[in-house]
């Protein structure tokens, strides 16, 4: 037995007949002529994206492109937000695992982002079973039996909207070869959702619009406009009309906060808006000046939202998305509720419910949360400011943040270093890690639900660390952080895991590995752009059976 194949495809990944009616003849083809037409694009943008990279770490500055001045000062606008869509007001997210696609619809938020992305570990079996998951609850017939609790799940009568989240650009699908190379990930979790959804889709919760989805990772409107192109090309495939695909653009990156008008520009007939992804920005700000001693972050869970170049960061967006008649979403809320420490559990409410309140009286017309426990309070909070209003699009222009400038988003973040913070990065990463490498790419850890994003922080900031030798300054220690210290934290930080989670669940798992594919990265002399591309071998499983044509 093997899949069905269009010429030029290989199928590396395990047969099983339910994967076979989502890598269908059709559907292999679609994706098979998007790599095709896409794969030499996508290999100059990421080209770009090193020669930019070479150009950061010999001392340069990303900054507002002179080039596309006249996009940043037009008066153009996107095409008007789909009444399906025009309320976002909480929107919740996680990975494409069966029961999270039931909860999370099911949740109460307005929209449940499905994640391909940070939040999954991109085995065979998650992306597959994340793709019959999303067909089931597209056509509303999924289900979950939960055998240990004897309890069935489905769909309420009303859910929230899907978006969906595909990789990044920079990220491969190594079970799919397509004319002998591996095929670009986010073209297959794109192809295959939209290929297979797309009609049912927009007869319900497209309301004769969508599909729906959210574009990760870009550093520049190239890349935006290859989406767009993407966009383009599968709607004239299935014959819908031009506009009906929409995205909203996360700005994750430090490099793409100088091109959001540049991005919405090129995605103006599929714009619904951008969103804060914060985590990853705090990542990228390290990795973007890691030649840059001058420019060292502080304890990471010192970089908030107080900090000038974020607080500068989130308004600019908004000016530039309302400017452009599309939603400023702001960013995640990661709280997990403490159920055996109620009064632990209100201090961490309150604390969202302030980030909340900051986000919808700057003008964000919607927020994230990782966790159903959270979508409550921040209605509450959200809805308390903008009432009966689905967004706040034409009523919070802020103007006042059309002044920042470069200096205000690249401002360095004030802040002290502590080895608590190095031993926390330590603990996090290894931990986050080991759980991905078992498949599982959202972890519960000290009361945060964690993604990727984290373990990203965590990661670079412990080699910046290292390789500018950071003191030590805000515990009274005064030690700088070398590579004696930094074995001597891991072999602290590896003995309180097994502590915390036990010998048993310690030995069976994958920490060991983990640690050392962490420490490696950290004391790596050449910084890896992402941590999961090195990790993702570890995962890839080759099958000698997969394809055949018939």
């Avoid at 590396?12 to 559907?27: H, M, N, Q, V, W």
């Avoid at 608590?420 to 996090?428: A, G, H, P």
Wanted: aromatic share 10%; proline share 5%; net charge neutral.
């Amino acid at each position: 037995m093997g899949y069905d194949v269009p010429e030029g495809v290989d199928i590396r990944g395990r047969y099983d007949p339910e994967f076979s009616k989502i890598l269908t003849r059709d559907a292999l083809q679609f994706v098979t002529d998007l790599q095709r037409e896409f794969r030499n694009h996508i290999k100059y943008a990421m080209e770009c994206r090193r020669e930019a990279k070479m150009r950061y770490n010999n001392g340069g500055l990303p900054g507002f492109d002179p080039a596309t001045k006249y996009i940043r000062e037009g008066e153009w606008v996107c095409a008007p937000v789909p009444q399906a869509v025009a309320d976002r007001r909480v929107e919740i997210t996680g990975p494409v695992e069966r029961k999270m696609v039931i909860n999370a619809l099911n949740s109460g938020a307005k929209v449940f982002m499905a994640d391909f992305e940070d939040a999954l570990s991109p085995s065979w079996e998650n992306l597959m079973k994340g793709h019959v998951n999303l067909r089931d609850a597209v056509s509303r017939t999924i289900t979950f039996h939960d055998q240990a609790r004897n309890k069935v799940y489905k769909l309420n009568d009303e859910t929230a909207k899907l978006f969906v989240r595909p990789r990044g650009w920079h990220l491969p699908e190594a079970h799919i070869f397509i004319d002998g190379e591996p095929a670009t990930g986010c073209l297959v979790d794109f192809g295959l959702y939209f290929f297979h959804n797309y009609a049912n889709f927009r007869k319900a919760q497209g309301q004769g619009s969508g599909p729906f989805f959210y574009l990760p990772k870009m550093e520049h409107s190239r890349e935006a406009r290859i989406w767009n192109n993407v966009f383009e090309r599968a709607e004239k495939w299935v014959r819908i009309e031009k506009g009906s695909i929409r995205a909203t653009a996360l700005i994750e990156t430090l490099p793409a906060v100088f091109q959001m008008n540049e991005i919405l520009y090129e995605l103006r007939d599929h714009s619904v808006g951008l969103n804060c992804g914060r985590w990853d920005y705090i990542f990228s700000y390290i990795k973007t000046f890691q030649g840059h001693p001058d420019r060292l972050l502080p304890d990471r869970t010192q970089v908030g939202m107080a900090q000038h170049f974020m607080r500068s960061y989130s308004d600019l967006l908004i000016h530039t998305c309302h400017k452009r008649g599309v939603h400023a979403m702001g960013g995640m809320a990661a709280h997990i509720p403490i159920r055996d420490d109620p009064a632990a559990n209100e201090a961490a409410l309150e604390l969202v419910r302030k980030d909340k309140l900051r986000e919808v009286t700057a003008g964000h017309d919607g927020t994230w949360v990782t966790h159903p426990g959270l979508v409550p309070a921040c209605m509450e909070v959200f809805t308390n400011n903008m009432g009966n209003s689905p967004n706040q699009i034409h009523s919070m222009k802020r103007q006042d943040a059309s002044i920042l400038d470069e200096e205000d988003l690249l401002q360095r973040p004030k802040g002290v270093c502590t080895l608590e913070c190095l031993r926390l990065n330590t603990r996090v990463g290894i931990q986050y890690l080991a759980a991905w490498l078992t498949g599982l790419g959202c972890v519960p850890l000290y009361n945060f639900m964690e993604e990727a994003a984290a373990a990203e922080i965590s990661r670079v900031q412990n080699w910046q660390w290292l390789k500018y030798g950071v003191e030590l300054d805000g515990d009274g220690l005064g030690v700088k952080v070398n590579l004696d210290l930094f074995g001597r934290v891991v072999e602290d930080e590896m003995a309180r895991i097994e502590r915390e989670v036990g010998k048993v669940k310690f030995k069976k798992g994958m920490y060991k590995v983990a640690c050392k594919l962490f420490t490696g990265q950290c004391t790596a002399p050449v910084l890896d752009d992402f941590m999961t591309l090195d990790a993702y071998n570890n995962i890839v499983i080759h099958h000698p059976i997969g394809s055949s044509r018939l």
